[in-house]
Nanobody
Framework: QVQLVESGGGLVQAGGSLRLSCAAS????????QGWYRQAPGKQRELVAG???????NYADSVKGRFTISRDNAKNTVYLQMNSLKPEDTAVYYCNAHSRAILYMDYWGQGTQVTVSS
């Protein structure tokens, strides 16, 4: 059963922008840190951006200065704003919510395809 619902993927030209959204339940959202991962064909899944319950963020070196992760607590939603997209950003993007303290709380979105054309 999908616990996180993703939206916002699509096809965009190089240099363009997309914003991904990930909606969770209030319980999941309030008790977890969230992050965005991506997986390209033949590659390992990698962490793109993360945000803690306290608002601290971290980014993969490849997306620093281009991507921004943010959260809307009222909507129980985490976002990934992607600017200056490059063909190498093409991948399936997955939202994750994980609690370090409550170990069974580890949830994934269904994945959304982002394709960047040159």
């Amino acid at each position: 059963q999908v616990q996180l619902v993703e939206s916002g993927g699509g096809l965009v030209q190089a240099g363009g922008s997309l914003r991904l959204s990930c909606a969770a339940s209030e319980t999941i959202f309030s008790l977890t840190d969230q992050g965005w991962y991506r997986q390209a064909p033949g590659k390992q899944r990698e962490l793109v951006a993360g945000i803690t319950s306290g608002g601290s963020t971290n980014y993969a070196d490849s997306v620093k200065g281009r991507f921004t992760i943010s959260r809307d607590n009222a909507k129980n939603t985490v976002y990934l704003q992607m600017n200056s997209l490059k063909p190498e950003d093409t991948a399936v993007y997955y939202c994750n919510a994980h609690s370090r303290a409550i170990l069974y709380m580890d949830y994934w979105g269904q994945g959304t395809q982002v394709t960047v054309s040159s």
